[in-house]
């Protein structure tokens, strides 16, 4: 489904708060087998690398870390999804910063929600499932961005960059291998290792109800991979940033991939129309 292109480049920068309010709401959440987040906070949040720098949107990559201050970050750039790719596929990152698999192995809140001592079904810990789960980690997350992205984000609806949030975080760290060899465990807002809620056995107590239905419409579409009804319902092509830290948690931002304009589209289709007609006479003139 997808071609990763390669890493272009790393360069340090640090972030500002951006002109636009944040898509930012709150809800409680758990992580493996007991850790809650009463409330957490779901969202896109709204940033600039200078005072008159472009605003730009960024979701959150490491939910058990908070934002450092000041928000210095290795910026990983590249075609298409090779920030992102870097970034899980990589055991190490250079520059010292946090790649996905030292997320998970790391110590902290992260080793108490993926430790031996958690149900296997409760473990908030996509590294279980080794390369095979970085692939479906990435694929899922590329995914949920070209398809959701633009509904979530673009549209100023706080419930569904909040729903988005929750989906990425979800992907992340709660891909488990199904029953059966070669298949994965569904996502779900309700069971796993990342619940929407309070831990198990306890009462479930929800903030926010349209959250929820929101949630679950995203986590349908991931599950079954019809996005009808979401946006336009097509994807879009579009090239991520990283902003990692050793510190901080880990942002991503994306830009659409520019495509050609129907004119340019025509334009090249004339031209290449007038380099085999050319060639074609001259082979007629010397035949």
Not at 35 to 54: D, F, I, M, Q, V
Not at 173 to 200: H, I
């Amino acid at each position: 489904m997808l071609l990763v292109a390669s890493l272009s480049h790393a360069q340090t920068v640090t972030l500002q708060t951006g002109s636009s309010a944040n898509q930012y709401k709150t809800e409680n959440l758990t992580f493996g087998q007991t850790l809650e987040k009463k409330p957490a906070t779901l969202g896109a949040g709204n940033y600039k690398e200078s005072s008159n720098g472009a605003s730009f949107w960024v979701y959150c990559l490491d939910p058990l870390t908070s934002l450092g201050n000041p928000l210095t970050y290795t910026k990983l750039t590249g075609s298409g999804n090779a920030a992102l790719s870097t970034f899980i596929s990589s055991p190490v990152v250079a520059n010292s910063v946090t790649s996905y698999t030292e997320q998970f192995g790391k110590g902290g809140d992260y080793a108490t929600v993926s430790s031996s001592a958690v149900a296997t079904a409760n473990k908030y810990d996509e590294q279980a499932s080794g390369t095979a789960g970085n692939t479906r980690v990435l694929n899922k997350v590329t995914e949920l961005f070209n398809y959701a992205y633009a509904d979530a984000t673009l549209t100023g609806n706080s419930t569904k960059s909040a729903a988005f949030q929750f989906a990425l975080w979800e992907v992340l760290g709660d891909t488990k291998a199904g029953a059966s060899a070669g298949t994965w465990a569904s996502y779900n807002a309700a069971s796993g290792g990342l619940r929407e809620g309070t831990k198990l056995g306890g009462a479930t107590a929800i903030l926010d109800a349209g959250l929820r239905t929101q949630i679950n419409t995203y986590l349908t579409a991931l599950n079954t991979g019809n996005w009808a009804g979401i946006g336009t319902g097509t994807a879009s092509n579009y090239t991520f940033t990283v902003f990692n830290s050793a510190s901080s948690q880990t942002l991503v931002s994306v830009t659409q991939t520019a495509i050609p304009e129907p004119g340019s589209l025509a334009l090249a289709g004339l031209a290449l129309f007038g380099v085999v007609y050319t060639r074609r006479q001259g082979k007629a003139k010397t035949s």
